[in-house]
Structures are given as structure tokens and as C-alpha cells.
């Protein structure tokens, strides 16, 4: 048995011999794309290929710990009814043997392409990696081509993560890189065929330029263009918390500019946070026939106390952000949700016009454990506005200091955590809630907070609180399960 075989048939077995206990947490998510059993982090290979949309993802099948990653493959018609497809890469080769790390996806002469970074480790721990390229005809089986790039001098072996697009007839490539001189760098380079790539120099970062001091690594880049603006979107590791800033292990964000394809340059602006909740990490976007830039990500940070999820009792962590589709307005990027995600709404929506007035109150059909919520014409005239779920999470909106705060109460510890953002003025909060995950929308998406929590099973409680007199108008509607 050829040993590509064996890691599936390895993987399938261990995913039948958990299945029932893992379908046994109560924490198991309706709505989101989790992995059938073990760890998932990464979305890879994000597109919309012949009709379907295809979104690959790191997967260890064996432990709730990283490890030699495999390539786990979900797709959708619609983004609201979802097939987990059979593996789509295994670390079966030498130049992959300690995992097929993140990449991504184009299409080419009617195939699909995808690009990923071969992790290898001696026997001493020392790294190597190559830039692979596997391609598809029907999108599920991929013939492995092997490496195309390997590693520049001047940098580690923290050299991964190909984001593969075209551009006025050529191919372009950026890749997460960390230089010897242990500055994170996204580095280009370029192609007529996909296959021979040439070394077009630093996009940003590497000790120079706006981001010369700007941490010690770059993951995950992703450069597009959208609404008149060229948008790099990278995950930069070893930032310091600044004030309201930076307050996860690592970050993910973005900067905007123009790229000059001919010159290899960029020039940009300054970083700014996608999400400023506890748990959103390695976004990666696709252009979809409609037109549309949409994003998902990781909901969780590495190194990040992951080996203290409830979960993991049930044998399964982590799972995907929900789809949103991507807006630069004003040069700073809006996220709202796919508007396809509608589709999972089962009833009509309980809706109250309300007012409240020094005191906390819950009200008729607000209530559940997968639901949306939509808090529209807001107005807190004094003092603070307030939503409480599951007596888990809190989400604070202050008038006097335009500060909104989202707590939850941490699986580590049970001790109450906070991240905050400031706003001009709060007008309209669309919230995703699905049993062990929040996703809070600011503003049409101008801010967002995405977390994981955990509260108790059975508690299905909405709360909403004024300090002194809040007005707001609030829909509700249960959300129904993807798979």
C-alpha cells in the first residue's frame, strides 16, 4: 500500500472511531465548518471553481495538537449546504512528510491549481520547506507535482504560505517569510506558466520600509485588488499589545496601497486589525463570479491556549469563521456576511420594538443557541447599552467613552476577558451566535469581534440592559444546520 493511501485510510478509521463521541458535544457548531474529528486551523485553497465553491482546510485527523497537517476538503453549491469531499492531500511525499502546510487555489486551462508549502523535518528538528503544486480535473483528486520554489537565501525555513493570483497575463505569488535577520517579509514572485517562477524581490516588510519593525513573522498573505485599492491581508506574529491594539498572541490585519506589477512594488499604508475579538487568525479571501472578494478564517489564534478548549474531551478543535463578503470604503475594509447565509434562517423573524430604561430584561422568542440577531436604529442617549448570551458573553457599548467591549468568560480560567474598539457611535449590531462561537458585525461591518465561548449547554438566554435609557429595534431568527 502506497503510503498516500495508508494516511487516508489511517484518517478515515480514526474519524469512524470517534464519530459518535464527537457528535456528543454539546459545543458542536450548526452552522460553521468544523473538522469531523481533531484539529483544523488554516482555510487553503479558497475558490469558486465550475459552480462550486471549494474551501481546503489544515487538518491533523489524529490529535487535537498540530502536527503533519493534511489538507481536509469541504464544498458548497450556495454556502448553505456543505459536503465534506474526501482528503485532498496527505504529507505521503519527502517533501511534504511533516505536513501539507497553508496554500491556495487558481484555475488554469479548465484545472484547478493548488499551491502549498511541503513542511520537512530532520531528525535533529531542523526545518525545510518547498513550495508545492498539486493540480485537479474534477476539483477532488490532485496529482502532486512536486516542489516549484524552494527556499531564497536570506531567510529561515519560516518561508510558507503561497497565495497564487493573475495579473495583466501573468501569474503572481506571495508567500509568508521570516528573514535571517528575524524580520517578518512577504515576498513575490512571478510566472508565465505556473510552473517556473522567478524571485521578484520583498513586497513589505523585511526590515524595510513602513513595516521594517514589524514582527518576527508574516503569515498567510493575500494581495487583491478591491474598490479602487490594492489590499494586502497578512497575519504578523511577535507585535507588542498597543493600547487597544495587538491584544491577541498574534494578530491578523491588513494594509492598503497600489501594487505595480511591472516593478514588483507596493506602496502602503499602515496595519490595521480585521477583527478585534479573541479568536479570528489566517484569513484567506476569493473572488467569486458575482464579483465578490469573500473571506473566511480561522477562528482561533496559535499558541493561544488551545489545549484548553472543552472540546477537546470530544476529541475535535476549532472550526471556520462564517463566510463574509469584503467592502473598502473610505480605504478601510467592511466584512458583512455572505448574503447567501439568509438561506439558513428557519422561521420568520421575532422582532420588538424596545426601550429600555435602567434595568436588564429578556424578551418573547429572543432566545437559542444557533440564532442571528439583527439591533437596528440604536440609540443609547446616556450611560451604557448592553447584550448579554448564554451569562457568557457580554457585548458593552459606552456613549460617553464610544468604547464597545466584548467580554466572555474565559474557558481557561473562568476570569472575565475583554477586547474593546472604539466608535464614532453605535447604530446597528448583527450578531451570528452558534452554540460555542459569536461573531458581532458593527456598524454594517465596519468593526468586527469574532470569539469562541462556552456556556453552560442548557442556557439559551438573551439579555439586554440599559445603564440609564436605550432604544433599539431587535429581529431574531434560528439558524439551522449546515450539514
Request: contains cysteine.
Amino acid at each position: 500500500m502506497s503510503k498516500d493511501k495508508q494516511l487516508r485510510l489511517e484518517a478515515d478509521q480514526n474519524t469512524a472511531k470517534h464519530k459518535s463521541i464527537v457528535e456528543q458535544d454539546p459545543y458542536r457548531l450548526h452552522y460553521h465548518i468544523m473538522p469531523p474529528v481533531g484539529l483544523l486551523n488554516d482555510p487553503n485553497g479558497f475558490i469558486q471553481w465550475k459552480g462550486t465553491y471549494h474551501l481546503f482546510y489544515q487538518w491533523m485527523p489524529f490529535k487535537t495538537g498540530h502536527g503533519a497537517k493534511f489538507w481536509g476538503h469541504y464544498s458548497s453549491q450556495d454556502f448553505v449546504h456543505w459536503k465534506h469531499e474526501e482528503i485532498a492531500l496527505t504529507p505521503s511525499e519527502w517533501y511534504e512528510k511533516n505536513g501539507c502546510y497553508s496554500g491556495s487555489a487558481i484555475e488554469h486551462d479548465g484545472k484547478l491549481y493548488v499551491f502549498y508549502t511541503g513542511n520537512v523535518k530532520d531528525d535533529n528538528g531542523n526545518r525545510e520547506s518547498y513550495q508545492c503544486l498539486a493540480i485537479s480535473e474534477d476539483g477532488i483528486h490532485f496529482e502532486k507535482k512536486g516542489p516549484v520554489i524552494e527556499r531564497l537565501e536570506g531567510y529561515t525555513a519560516h518561508f510558507r504560505d503561497p497565495k497564487v493570483w493573475e495579473q495583466d497575463g501573468q501569474y503572481f505569488m506571495v508567500i509568508g517569510a521570516q528573514t535571517k535577520g528575524l524580520k517578518g517579509a512577504v515576498v513575490l514572485f512571478q510566472s508565465e506558466n505556473l510552473v517556473d517562477w522567478t524571485h521578484a524581490g520583498i513586497l513589505t516588510g523585511g526590515g524595510e520600509g513602513i513595516l521594517k519593525e514589524f514582527g518576527y513573522m508574516f503569515e498567510c498573505p493575500d494581495l487583491f485588488y478591491l474598490d479602487g485599492k490594492d489590499i494586502l491581508v497578512f497575519s504578523p506574529q511577535g507585535l507588542e499589545p498597543e493600547g487597544m491594539k495587538y491584544q491577541n498572541v498574534y494578530q491578523a490585519g491588513y494594509v492598503t496601497g497600489t501594487f505595480d506589477p511591472s516593478s514588483g512594488t507596493f506602496e502602503h499604508g499602515a496595519f490595521h486589525e480585521l477583527d478585534h475579538g479573541f479568536d479570528f487568525y489566517a484569513p484567506q479571501t476569493t473572488k467569486d463570479k458575482k464579483g465578490r472578494r469573500i473571506l473566511f478564517a480561522w477562528m482561533s489564534v496559535p499558541d493561544q491556549n488551545e489545549q484548553d478548549h472543552p472540546t477537546i474531551k470530544h476529541q475535535w478543535l476549532h472550526n471556520m469563521t462564517i463566510p463574509r463578503e469584503l467592502k473598502c470604503i473610505g480605504g478601510k475594509l467592511y466584512q458583512v456576511p455572505v448574503r447567501e447565509l439568509e438561506g439558513l434562517r428557519v422561521n420568520e423573524a421575532v422582532e420588538h420594538r424596545v426601550e429600555l430604561q435602567q434595568k436588564n430584561q429578556q424578551f418573547e422568542g429572543v432566545r437559542g443557541k444557533a440564532v442571528e440577531l439583527l439591533a437596528e436604529d440604536i440609540i443609547v442617549s446616556k450611560g451604557w447599552f448592553d447584550i448579554s448570551v448564554g451569562e457568557a458573553a457580554r457585548m458593552v457599548y459606552s456613549s460617553e467613552q464610544k468604547i464597545f467591549t466584548l467580554e466572555r468568560q474565559s474557558y481557561v480560567d473562568g476570569v472575565v476577558e475583554k477586547r474593546h474598539c472604539r466608535l464614532d457611535d453605535l447604530n446597528n449590531l448583527h450578531i451570528f451566535v452558534d452554540t460555542s462561537s459569536i461573531e458581532v458585525f458593527i456598524n454594517d461591518g465596519e468593526h468586527v469581534f469574532t470569539s469562541r465561548f462556552y456556556p453552560s449547554p442548557d442556557n439559551e438566554s438573551i439579555q439586554f440592559g440599559a445603564s440609564e435609557k436605550s432604544c433599539f429595534t431587535i429581529k431574531k431568527w434560528d439558524l439551522t444546520r449546515i450539514f
